[in-house]
């Protein structure tokens, strides 16, 4: 019929981790941080993952490193207390394909 159709496709690329702890308030203080990181960045897909005994907090969905980095440069400004923690890891991520 001719329209577009949008489909979610998965694929490797980059995230921001913003939080990896064990401790007994991880899970409390992922949670924190990713409403925190929403609040700033709404349209920003975040994630906690748990991956014992790690709670991690991930966020983005960037197809290059470059597109990462220059997320990661703006999110060290906008969250300071963070900066020192905020890494560049690749993931899966979920990219929205017009085709």
Sequence with gaps: NGMPTKSLKSNVGYRIQAYSGSGTHSRQEAQSRMSKISA???????????????????VGD?????????????????????????????????????E
């Design 40 to 58: 700033k960045y709404p349209y920003m897909r975040s994630n906690i993952v748990y991956k014992a005994p790690s709670w991690r907090l991930r």
């Design 62 to 98: 960037y197809r290059t490193r470059q597109e990462a980095k220059d997320a990661l440069e703006g999110m060290k400004e906008a969250f300071p207390a963070y900066a020192k923690e905020l890494t560049i890891v690749v993931d899966r991520i979920h990219i929205d394909d017009e």
